[in-house]
Structures are given as C-alpha cells and as structure tokens.
Antibody, heavy 119, light 110 residues
Framework: EVQLVQSGAEVKKPGESLKISCKSS????????IGWVRQVPGKGLEWMGIIYPGDSDTRYSPSFQGQVTFSTEKSINTAYLQWSSLKASDTAIYYCARQLNGVPNFDYWGQGTPVSVSS | QSALTQPASVSGSPGQSITISCTGSRSDIGTYNYVSWYQHHPGKAPKLIIS???NRPSGVSNRFSGSKSGSTASLTISGLQAEDEADYYCSSFTSSSTGVFGTGTKVTVL
C-alpha cells in the first residue's frame, strides 16, 4: 500500500528555520517525483514544486523559488521541505504528494503538515 | 504563473449534473493534455479524480468525467450526491515544466 506520512504540526516564530518531512512507503521512492503543495488558511491549493529523488532534479514554482528548499534522503525514503527564515505569511498547511515520472499529476498525498508562524 | 480560473462556487440538487470550468492559456491547458482534477474535503488530503484531461484513476466513480476545449477544461459530476460536497481544483502542466492549480470551486449539494 502506497503511503506518504508527514511530520507533525509546527509552531514557530518569524525568522526561525524549519524542516518538515514526508516519509514514503509501498513503492520505489527513487522513481517517482515528490511534490509540495501549500494551502494558506481559507485559500486554495498552490503548486510549490517537485523533486526527483533519483537524481535530486528539482522544479520550483517561480512564486517559491528562493523561498524554500526541497531535499530527499533516499536511504530512508523521505523528502523534506525547509525554510531558513520563516515569515508569518508562511502559515499554511503543507502537503506532499507523489507524481509519476512523465505524468504530471499527484496520485497519492500525505495528510498535511500545519505550520503556524507567529510572534 | 497565474492560477487557472475556476468559478468560486457551483451548486446543484441531488441527482442533477453540474459542470465546473477551468480556464487557462496557451502556456498550460491550451497546449498540454495534462489537466488533472482533485476533490478536497476540508481537513483531509486532496484526492485525484481525473488525470490527463479525462482519465479516471482506479476506484473513482464514473459519475466524474473530464473534458477540454482549447484553453478551458471542464469537470462534470453527474448524479450529484451529498458526499460530492467538497472543494474541487483543476491543475495543469505548464510551459515552464512546472504545475499550476486552479482557484478552486466549492460544490454545494442543495
């Protein structure tokens, strides 16, 4: 069974760093892209970007380029989303999702990680 | 990359059919047959219900169907049921090799 399990809710202050995780199981981690999707409270889904664990190829949406960093650790089938300096506007739910190589849609999703940034 | 344009809300009575539009441009929907649709119940993970314009993943009800004409894609829900009440998002591949979601449509079953 394919599963993507994300790390738990985070409460941070502006300027702090953060790294959230997404652990995959039930499929070959290196042969599917992992995507990240943001949902700000009361707003819609936003496509942040994708990373290919096989070679760490990444595609960032222009809106998120330079604002976040994607990474993976193949030995533990885990993808990461990180911020070096959080802002209040980063408050959102962040979802990871799996994308088949060559078919740009997300077929399996994690449960979401709520991130709250407030002073 | 601007979000694809969807109506904010669509409603229908049980058993009726409704259609949600998703308008993009030649940089996305107009060029690529990589349009997906997702159903999102608040508090849960989004669910893929249509891929590549009109393909239904295994296990998705055949009451959901997708189509595309030019730069506009559409999702039709036939035989509307109470459980279909949710937010729906379209998504497309873009010429930048990235993706983009639609603005989202809240479906209400009257």
């Amino acid at each position: 069974e394919v599963q993507l399990v994300q790390s738990g809710a985070e409460v941070k202050k502006p300027g702090e760093s953060l790294k959230i995780s997404c652990k995959s199981s039930g499929y070959s981690f290196s042969t599917y892209w992992i995507g990240w999707v943001r949902q700000v409270p009361g707003k819609g889904l936003e496509w942040m970007g994708i990373i290919y664990p096989g070679d760490s190829d990444t595609r960032y949406s222009p809106s998120f380029q330079g604002q976040v960093t994607f990474s993976t650790e193949k030995s533990i089938n885990t993808a990461y989303l990180q911020w070096s300096s959080l802002k209040a506007s980063d408050t959102a739910i962040y979802y990871c999702a799996r994308q088949l190589n060559g078919v740009p849609n997300f077929d399996y999703w994690g449960q979401g990680t709520p991130v709250s940034v407030s002073s | 990359q601007s979000a694809l344009t969807q109506p904010a809300s669509v409603s229908g009575s049980p058993g009726q059919s409704i259609t949600i539009s998703c308008t993009g441009s030649r940089s996305d929907i107009g060029t690529y047959n990589y349009v997906s649709w997702y159903q999102h119940h608040p508090g849960k993970a989004p669910k893929l219900i249509i891929s590549e314009v009109s393909n239904r993943p295994s296990g998705v009800s055949n009451r959901f169907s997708g189509s595309k004409s030019g730069s506009t894609a559409s999702l039709t829900i036939s035989g509307l049921q109470a459980e279909d009440e949710a937010d729906y998002y379209c998504s497309s591949f873009t010429s930048s090799s990235t993706g983009v979601f639609g603005t989202g449509t809240k479906v209400t079953v009257l």
